[in-house]
């Protein structure tokens, strides 16, 4: 309860306290170290929701390529191999933290902490439902997507500072695809907001009740023609921000070795694992809160999903659901298909993807305007 | 512009009448190893690459990091000891192997085999091409970032692998095949349980076809690239699929035929540029997938003339337990699954070769890489390299 209730109240508002109910907002009324400890412990709770879904991805991971490739996959350690990823990341905790004698230290013990920051600060700005958000701010997305790409930043640092040939192509790659799909993936934002008129995310899913079985109003049946596309675009950008195959040369095992985090080991590496996972999950989330009706089920009206707290879990439920499906799909793409070559990358984005999300956008402008 | 890193324009008119863009910006080349602990180059091999931001500029390849003395142990052990050094050239067509030693050796000390034996070599060197074949499928599909292939081609290559060992024991290095029969006869129940496997066998192709083959991003990452022409195919001495790949119709089962290969009927596919150009990695690629089917053929006629016209037990011919070969030279060359193996024998009246020399068809295959690789980029060096199906045990030897 006390985590819901902390969630439900957004103790570590941006713009301040207002309204204060709750233990951690009760704590920040003791002035600054009463401040400094809601955030501590906000941050030690968003830190545990961050890497608590990672775990349960590595094992879904595992599980479902092994079931594609006719093998068991974990199944030893806990019900179904459940606790097999918490296990692998207990070992990872305790191996040795090695640094190559060339590299570039303190480059090379920031950047995965960079890497992984930017992806949980992401964490607390997605709403499961119309009070759990931790942070629920009118810059919603425009916060994301700027926190998303701050990954790059930490990706080139660690490629670089490894003092690796095979790191730094590592990085090059990735600052090259990142900033590209940054183009098709910020136009797709667009389109949403162009559409709800709103940056916040709750707002998107609030605005995405009702309709004909409560799926009408869903940006994707609302404006078939336009968001149904763009949210592709917007899915295939996200595999590619996320570095997910067939977008995943910037680690690519037969090509790189195993790219920018090939010098990495231990807890460092499982950073930059923990990121992968997670930056799924947030992707997912935002792809379902913008286009895919949020917290939204269809045949149960929009009201019965928010202000009870019945109502609200089936919310917190319903998008971790949607945003599962997603990821499953990420999962599903990844041992299915070969990896692009970079050149194909990139025309990829700039012939096909970032035409088509204009396209979307403009002909959005244009729906809206004639609805 | 002297100051490196700045772009300069030069405003040109071409022909066309277009403008055109030359862009000085000045980088610097970076030379890397590739290998010998790199994942794909399929073992230890060594290629210092030059690499031009993504595009390589020059490539060398350096091998010998597994070489074992194979031809100079040769000369030291008699003929049937010498027979386990030949399952390691190229260990994942260890039957082959031991086929064209055999060969080699009957050719010189003139040996006869009876004929069930001979049916049965042609039926585990088929069964050894189709297992060798799926690991060339799925490293190949490794090497493109396609994981799952090659657990589907594992999944048929165990099957071939406890078939191998139904029949002598081993499952990767068999000695099966000696200089004048076999270590021994197939087990009851062995060939039924084999034309299951083919049966099964030609199902799952169909598998692979769809999920690689004609996968758009697969045939977009193989198609065009690391094209090799006939006429270079031949300069460079390719043999198996890599020349037939070009498009060259050369098969030593076809055109010199041993064994009892007269006696069967089977295709010889050739790459003819269905996807892009002839001799392209997709080519050489398909012609291995091809290849498989009608080894699973041969495999069927085998199996039906072995069961008709022999009888179970009689696989002895006419050598003597000591096998001694006169003072002669001989040589056999053997269609491995990746090329001509060639055995060079030299007798000297003794109970073991004077020389013998071995021509590595995956080692005469290596040597266009260094032709093929500048000018691509590193992806699609990685595809080339694993097109060309190299096993760096027979390079080395």
């Known amino acids: ?371 | 512009m002297t100051t490196g890193g700045r772009i300069q324009e030069h405003q040109e008119h071409s022909a066309s009448g277009e403008r055109e863009f030359v862009l000085d910006v000045r980088t610097q080349d970076m030379e890397i190893n590739m290998g010998p602990q790199h994942p794909s180059t399929h073992g230890v091999l060594k290629v210092v690459i030059r690499a031009d931001g993504e595009i390589l500029t020059k490539a060398t390849p350096h091998m010998g990091y597994i070489h074992r003395c194979a031809e100079k142990i040769a000369e030291n052990v008699n003929y049937d000891q010498f027979v386990p050094y030949t399952d390691r050239y190229d260990y994942l067509a260890a039957m082959n192997n031991n086929l064209g030693y055999a060969l080699v050796v009957e050719k010189a000390a003139d040996l006869e085999v009876a004929p069930r034996a001979t049916w049965i070599r042609m039926i585990v060197a088929e069964l050894n091409r189709i297992g060798s074949h799926l690991i060339a499928f799925g490293t190949y599909g490794m090497d493109i970032g396609a994981f799952t292939p090659f657990l589907y081609g594992f999944r048929e290559r165990e099957w071939m692998m406890s078939l191998f060992e139904k029949l002598c024991g081993a499952r990767l290095t068999y000695s099966f095949v000696f200089p004048g029969g076999l270590a021994n006869d197939v087990p009851p129940g062995w060939f039924d349980e084999l034309k299951r496997f083919c049966d099964v066998f030609e199902k799952k192709w169909v598998e692979y076809d769809k999920l690689l083959t004609r996968n758009k991003i697969f045939i977009e990452r193989t198609k065009n690239v690391g094209v090799i022409p006939a006429g270079m195919a031949l300069d460079y001495g390719l043999t198996g699929p890599c020349l037939r790949g070009s498009g060259v119709r050369y098969d030593l089962r076809e055109s010199q035929p041993y064994l009892f290969y007269d006696q069967v009927s089977f295709d010889v596919p050739v790459g003819i540029g269905e996807m892009g150009t002839q001799g392209d990695c997709w080519d050489r690629y398909y012609v291995r997938m091809i290849e498989m089917l009608q080894s699973v053929r041969i495999l069927r006629q085998c199996i039906e003339r072995c069961e008709k016209d022999t009888t179970p037990g009689e696989i002895k011919g006419n050598r003597k337990k000591t096998l001694r070969v006169p003072v002669t030279e001989a040589y056999a060359g053997v269609e491995n699954p990746r090329g001509e193996l060639g055995h060079y024998l030299v007798g000297d009246g003794s109970d073991h070769p004077y020389r013998l020399k071995v021509r590595g068809p995956s080692f005469c295959n290596l040597s266009v890489l260094q032709e093929l690789l500048p000018g691509t980029m590193i992806a699609d060096a990685v595809a080339i390299i694993g097109s060309i199906d190299i096993v760096l045990g027979e390079v080395d030897r």
């Open chain 1, 1 to 371: 309860m006390t985590v819901l209730a902390f969630l439900s109240n957004g103790t570590v508002e941006l713009q301040g306290a207002s309204g204060a109910t709750g233990i951690l907002k009760g704590l920040a009324a003791y002035g600054f170290w009463g401040y400094l400890l809601a955030a501590l412990v906000g941050f030690a709770l968003l830190f545990g929701i961050a890497s608590a879904l990672p775990i349960l991805f590595t094992w879904a991971e595992r599980r479902v390529s092994g079931r594609m490739q006719q093998r068991w996959g974990p199944n030893r350690v806990g019900p179904f191999g459940l606790i097999q990823a918490l296990a692998d990341g207990i070992k990872l905790m305790f191996k040795e933290d090695i640094i190559p004698a060339q590299a570039d230290k303190f480059l090379f013990m920031v950047a995965p902490g960079i890497v992984l920051a930017g992806m949980v600060s992401a964490f607390a700005l997605v709403p499961l439902s119309d009070s759990a958000v931790i942070v629920d701010t009118s810059l919603g997305l425009y916060l994301i997507a700027a926190l998303l790409s701050l990954e790059v930043i930490g990706v080139i640092m660690a490629g670089w500072a490894s003092n690796n040939k095979w790191s730094l192509f590592g990085a090059m790659r990735e600052a090259a695809q990142m900033v590209s799909y940054e183009i098709p993936f910020g136009l797709c934002i667009l389109l949403a907001v162009v559409s709800y008129g709103s940056l916040s995310l709750r707002e998107m899913s609030l605005a995405q009740a009702g309709g004909f079985l409560n799926v009408g109003n869903w940006l994707i049946f609302h404006n078939p023609f336009f968001a149904l596309p763009a949210a592709v675009v917007f899915f295939i950008a996200a595999l590619a921000n996320t570095k997910r195959a067939p977008f995943d040369l910037p680690e690519a095992e037969s090509e790189l070795v195993s790219g920018f985090h090939t010098e990495y080991s231990g807890f460092r590496f499982s950073f930059f694992f923990l990121e992968e996972y997670a930056s799924m999950f947030v992707i997912s989330a935002i792809l379902v809160s913008m286009f895919l009706g949020g917290w939204n089920l269809p045949f149960v009206p929009g009201s019965a999903v928010t202000g009870s707290f019945g109502g609200e879990l089936l919310a917190v439920f319903t998008m971790l659901l949607k945003s599962f499906v997603l990821v499953f799909v990420m999962i599903w793409i990844r041992w299915t298909l070969p990896r692009i070559r970079i050149d194909q990358v990139m025309s990829l984005c700039y012939k096909y993807l970032t035409p088509i999300a204009f396209a979307c956008l403009i002909g959005t402008c244009w729906w809206e305007l004639a609805a």
